[in-house]
């Protein structure tokens, strides 16, 4: 079974500044089965970026993901005030499995 | 507007039962596979089960199976996700998702708070 590990735990950071999220996986996975996703506090989560390319409707062009093998990340280019959240990684296959989040405050 | 509207969630004692539902609107429910993922208070998503368009294959997390039963009824837009033997931890918000492009979890409901506390 395939584990996501994502890193750092918390990062800190202030609007306008960029923001790089990694997503590691303890084996070679496709690039075009890693998801990743936002939870605001008290929300259901939100699709952001999926596959080789896609992306969720409406998202910002300051979301972009990235990597391959077993190294994935999601860079938020300039933060906006409405960015701070929890992001989650996830292996697109018939088992879902997520990493275990990074807070971004 | 796509949207999941899940329901069921509840306060029940440990080894109990309970039923969640999960239905759909704004889309063509019968295309898309379905699946549920739970958050215990304060902690990460885990992927709890998934049932394919037609309901003929389903798959399931190690930590349920053979306790959960998830099912679907097309005619009434509408995944159910039966659970036994319910265990405190067990305690979360259960969400339902539509499964898009690539697998991905591209709509999610608001989720069902069940509680399973002595």
């Known amino acids: 079974e395939i584990v996501l590990t994502q890193s750092p735990g918390t990062l800190s950071l202030a609007p306008g500044e960029r923001a790089t999220l990694s997503c590691r996986a303890s084996?070679?996975?496709?690039?075009?089965?890693i998801g990743w996703y936002q939870q605001k506090a008290g929300q259901a989560p939100r699709l952001l970026t999926y596959?080789?390319?896609g992306r969720a409707t409406g998202l910002p062009d300051r979301f972009s993901g990235s990597g391959s093998g077993t190294d994935f990340t999601l860079t938020i280019a300039r933060l906006e005030p409405e960015d701070f959240a929890v992001y989650y990684c996830q292996h697109l296959d018939s088992k879902g499995t997520f990493g275990q989040g990074t807070r971004l405050e | 507007d796509v949207q999941l509207l899940e329901s069921g969630g509840d306060w029940l004692q440990p080894g109990g039962s309970l039923r969640l539902s999960c239905s759909g609107f704004?889309?063509?429910?019968?295309?898309?596979?379905i699946t549920w993922v739970r958050q215990a208070p304060g902690k990460g998503l885990h992927w709890v089960s998934t049932i394919t368009y037609s309901g003929v294959s389903t798959f399931y997390a190690d930590s349920v199976k053979g306790r959960f039963t998830i099912s679907r009824d097309n005619s009434k837009n509408t995944v159910y996700l039966q659970m036994s033997g319910l265990r405190v931890d067990d305690t979360a918000t259960y969400y339902c998702?539509?499964?898009?492009?690539?697998?991905?979890?591209?709509?999610w409901g608001q989720g069902t708070l069940v509680t399973v506390s002595s």
């Open positions: 596959g080789l390319s």
């Open positions: 704004g889309f063509t429910f019968k295309n898309y596979a």
């Open positions: 084996q070679t996975i496709s690039t075009n089965q």
């Open positions: 998702a539509k499964l898009g492009d690539d697998d991905a979890f591209d709509v």
